[in-house]
């Protein structure tokens, strides 16, 4: 029997009352039923039930500790009672049902961990890792707040690395009518990329820098290759910024980068893609085969472009 109130003014200590230390012996008990008070919440129980497993309490209530009791006869632990019934409740059937939520969890193995209840914690250690296991993302992805936080992220990784800037409050002029449109394209792949190879290649997002909407990739800390998803289109009378998406050429070089993983990963479908779209390259390129370069590949898509969105016969 349990309660976290007092049982009746009889059974409470009185106000101001001093506790007294008491050597109290398990014999000595007399009573086959102990009354404690833990925190202020008040428990009956035996003494059989404290004292099966050895642990704190078994100590204490065997005769080698003292314990403290009021003049009501109330044995005085200072200690938080909200889950001492959960702890009694363990001492009695080995066995009982974790609360659900994990601070709970942590909360009821501290408790464990003073009253020296060993199984008690090791059963709150396997459901606290179980939760974190159920809940651990997928994949984390980093968000850059300044230059210096992008530049230890890219020098610290030990995988490729593949970055979004996305910005579009980054704008001097109007959108064209399917910019947006291809601004989230270029977002929902950045995702669905960093699904497909989470755990291969580190991908972060940047909404600080100067482009709209660019696409970087890293390769054992340096820059091999960059696509520009935005132009500059003069129309009549006023400028507009275009966002395209080139989906091809992304993924292109999102295969690209996987060349650079430390240690390699060998990957025959990789391979096989990654010649395929060489052989389609420069001249130039083809020449330098798979080695690794310094100069950085950028691919500008559409960067200037001009159109007269006049009627015709105007």
Not at 94 to 102: F, Q
Not at 198 to 223: A, M, P, T
Request: some cysteine; glycine content about 8%.
């Amino acid at each position: 029997m349990s309660g976290d109130t007092c049982l009746g003014g009889a059974l409470c200590p009185a106000a101001g009352h001093k506790p007294k230390a008491g050597g109290l012996k398990g014999g000595s008990l007399g009573n086959k039923y102990v009354r404690l008070n833990v925190g202020g919440s008040l428990y009956y129980t035996t003494v059989q039930v404290l004292t099966r497993h050895d642990t704190m309490l078994k100590a204490m209530f065997s005769g080698r500790m003292e314990v403290l009791t009021d003049k009501e006869g109330w044995i005085l632990i200072d200690r938080c009672g909200k889950h001492f019934g959960t702890i009694l409740n363990y001492l009695r059937d080995d066995t009982i049902a974790l609360p659900k939520h994990r601070q709970e969890i942590k909360a009821l193995m501290a408790e464990a961990k003073y009253y020296l209840i060993q199984g008690l914690v090791d059963m709150c250690q396997a459901a606290l890792q179980d939760k974190k296991d159920l809940y651990e993302p997928v994949c984390s992805i980093p968000i850059i707040t300044s230059p210096k936080e992008e530049e230890r992220l890219i020098e610290s990784s030990m995988k490729p690395v593949v970055k979004l800037l996305y910005n579009r409050s980054n704008n001097k002029y109007s959108y064209t009518s399917n910019s947006d449109d291809n601004l989230l394209k270029n977002i929902e792949l950045f995702d669905k990329l960093s699904l497909r190879f989470n755990g291969r290649v580190l991908f972060i997002k940047d909404v600080i820098g100067d482009e709209i909407c660019c696409w970087s990739f890293y390769g054992q800390g340096r820059k091999i290759a960059e696509v520009c998803c935005t132009s500059i289109v003069y129309a009549t009378e006023k400028k507009q910024t275009k966002v395209e998406f080139p989906e091809a050429r992304i993924y292109e070089e999102t295969l690209n980068v996987l060349l650079y993983e430390t240690p390699r990963v060998p990957d025959n479908s990789l391979l096989e893609a990654t010649s395929r779209s060489r052989s389609q390259a420069s001249h130039s390129e083809d020449d330098e085969g798979f080695e690794l370069r310094d100069r950085v590949r950028r691919i500008h898509v559409k960067r200037y472009s001009t159109y007269d969105d006049r009627q015709l016969g105007h």
